[in-house]
Nanobody, 124 residues
Framework: QVQLVESGGGLVQPGGSLRLSCAASNVAFSSNDMAWFRQSPGQERVFVAAISAQSTRIKYANSVKGRFAISRDNVKDTLYLQMNSLRPADTGIYYC?????????????????WGQGTQVTVSS
């Protein structure tokens, strides 16, 4: 069964940090580009960061550059998102996703396998 399972979300104060993880199974993890997206209530799912299969190419949304870091461990089949200097605007459900065929690299239409998401709330 193809599966992506996110963890690591929670409630954090502004300026704080969280590290999200995404454990993959049966998705040919090491052969595929991966990404993180965020969805806030009533809003579309938006791109946060992406990483190529061998970590040679990384892309971030402008809003998280310098604060977030995406990484992966192809031995553990796990994707990570280190989030620092968190802001209330970073609040939402964070999803990891596996790149599909076609579509845009920084839009949901470019990804074919999704996890169930993990909630991140930044609030004082």
């Amino acid at each position: 069964q193809v599966q992506l399972v996110e963890s690591g979300g929670g409630l954090v104060q502004p300026g704080g940090s969280l590290r999200l993880s995404c454990a993959a199974s049966n998705v040919a993890f090491s052969s595929n580009d991966m990404a993180w997206f965020r969805q806030s209530p009533g809003q579309e799912r938006v791109f946060v960061a992406a990483i190529s299969a061998q970590s040679t190419r990384i892309k971030y949304a402008n809003s998280v550059k310098g604060r977030f870091a995406i990484s992966r461990d192809n031995v553990k089949d796990t994707l990570y998102l280190q989030m620092n200097s968190l802001r209330p605007a970073d609040t939402g459900i964070y999803y990891c996703a596996r790149r599909g065929f076609g579509g845009d690299y920084d839009r949901p239409n470019g990804y074919s396998v999704w996890g169930q998401g993990t909630q991140v709330t930044v609030s004082s």
